[in-house]
């Protein structure tokens, strides 16, 4: 899903919003995540997940062209710790008593 294909559903959920209307809340609510942890900070949307930087000293490397050993530079990258219930909902628990189990076709 794109940023757009996001508005659109917003709006269409919300009749009473222009889509005009909805495209500046999402890029405020982006915005302001991306401002947070310019800042150094987190951003935690209970039932989603937390929005974190982390420190990445500096360290050798290699091209993957040449395989010559090029110096990177320490850096902050961006994050992304997803709740439990996000967690759960990406993989549901199976009850064992009732799942069936499936058994590969016999060769021959």
């Not at 302001?32 to 987190?42: H, K, N, Q, S």
């Not at 395989?67 to 320490?74: D, I, M, Q, R, T």
């Not at 850096?75 to 709740?83: I, L, N, T």
Request: aromatic residues 6%.
């Amino acid at each position: 899903m794109i940023k757009s294909e996001l508005v659109h559903i917003i709006a269409s959920r919300n009749p009473r919003l222009y889509p005009s209307d909805v495209m500046r809340i999402v890029e405020t609510i982006i915005d302001e995540i991306v401002g947070t942890l310019a800042e150094g900070g987190r951003v935690e949307l209970r039932g989603f997940g937390i929005f974190s930087v982390r420190h990445r000293p500096p360290r050798s490397g290699r091209n993957p062209s040449t395989g010559k050993a090029v110096f990177v530079e320490e850096k902050w990258v961006p994050f992304f710790r997803a709740s439990k219930e996000m967690q759960d909902r990406l993989n549901p628990k199976i009850d064992v008593r009732h799942a069936r189990v499936r058994r590969p076709p016999e060769e021959g």
